[in-house]
């Protein structure tokens, strides 16, 4: 079984950054590709990141894209989300998902969830 802990969230000033973590407990890690989705109180949760499971390759949504990176360290069974230029409307729950395709943007290509993290940014 896979089980995914997200952690990192919290309180953050507009313009400021965060990263969140998420930890796998599988010990087949490497062999997922991972991704990064978001929901906010009254909307469908979206997606906001994905890297594969080598970590070569990485996708972003294009509200995130050149604020937002995705990495993973397969020793550690994490990968990360590093958030910059932080803006209100990133105030969402953050979850991190793994799947077997890598490049889906779609929430029920994703097996495997976590709990989520709170992200609020004030203005």
């Known amino acids: 079984q896979v089980q995914l802990v997200e952690s990192g969230g919290g309180l953050v000033q507009a313009g400021g950054s965060l990263r969140l973590s998420c930890a796998a407990s599988?010990?087949?890690?490497?062999?997922?590709?991972m991704g990064w989705f978001r929901q906010a109180p009254g909307k469908e949760r979206e997606f906001v990141a994905a890297?594969?499971?080598?970590?070569?390759?990485?996708r972003y949504a294009g509200s995130v894209k050149g604020r937002f990176t995705i990495s993973r360290d397969n020793a550690k069974n994490t990968v990360y989300l590093q958030m910059s230029s932080l803006k209100p409307e990133d105030t969402a729950v953050y979850y991190c998902a793994a799947t077997r395709l890598f490049g889906s943007i779609s929430t029920r290509f994703y097996d495997y969830w976590g709990q989520g993290t709170q992200v609020t940014v004030s203005s």
């Open positions: 599988a010990r087949t890690f490497s062999s997922y590709d």
């Open positions: 890297i594969s499971r080598s970590g070569g390759s990485t």
